[in-house]
T-cell receptor
């Protein structure tokens, strides 16, 4: 089992471009969560998805950010028109049955906006 | 709103010593609590998961305890090794939602 796979590991975007971050959960996991870690800050929840459904997006910024978890393929976190303040590490976690068994995290995508 | 605090923010101890990391939280209606370690530039590795009904969990040299009434959890590391150097994060899941609330972590350095 390869664990939670995130790609790319590092992503550099110019201001105004789009960033697409991908997350493949562990095999058998149908719950996906995205977290953001800003420099010198703790991890903050962004969104919780199950296949084809957004369950909780209370941590997502109101504009420019969107997430999906299609029936086939990885979960995608999309950031449109990136700004310098979007520079952060974005982590994906998955679980098989929600939080009961705990969460497994990926290695993250480090986004740098120049 | 759940708030999670970890003190100290940084800790240095000589190799071989036993040590305790602290995590405190404001809302005792927790579902479970998970301890992670994060190495520089890396992801999170799960160490221990304590369910609301449990008092402690053990894995190798690690022991985590949970006291909901006082709003505290501790992570005990026995016979510390340089490889234990990392940032340790406490994260809590509350009833009513699936999201984790993280503390800001304790950066641990084990001195050879």
């Amino acid at each position: 089992n390869a664990g939670v796979m995130q790609n790319p590991r590092h992503l550099v975007r110019r201001r105004g471009q789009e960033a697409r971050l991908r997350c493949s959960p562990m095999k058998g996991h149908s719950h996906v969560y995205w977290y953001r870690q800003l420099p010198e800050e703790g991890l903050k929840f962004m969104v919780y998805l199950q296949k084809e459904n957004i369950i909780d997006e209370s941590g997502m910024p109101k504009e420019r950010f969107s997430a999906e978890f299609p029936k086939e393929g990885p979960s995608i976190l999309r950031i449109q028109q990136v700004v310098r303040g979007d520079s952060a590490a974005y982590f994906c976690a998955s679980s098989p049955i929600g939080r009961e068994g705990g969460y497994t995290f990926g290695s993250g995508t480090r986004l740098t906006v120049v | 709103k759940q708030e999670v605090t970890q003190i100290p923010a940084a800790l240095s101890v000589p190799e071989g010593e036993n040590l305790v990391l602290n995590c405190s939280f404001t809302d005792s209606a927790i579902y479970n609590l998970q301890w992670f370690r994060q190495d520089p530039g890396k992801g999170l590795t799960s160490l221990l998961l304590i369910q609301s009904s449990q008092r402690e969990q053990t894995s190798g040299r690690l022991n985590a305890s949970l006291d909901k009434s006082s709003g505290r959890s501790t992570l005990y590391i026995a016979a510390s090794q340089p490889g234990d150097s990392a940032t340790y994060l406490c994260a809590i899941s509350n009833f009513g939602n699936e999201k984790l609330t993280f503390g800001t972590g304790t950066r641990l350095t084990i001195i050879p």
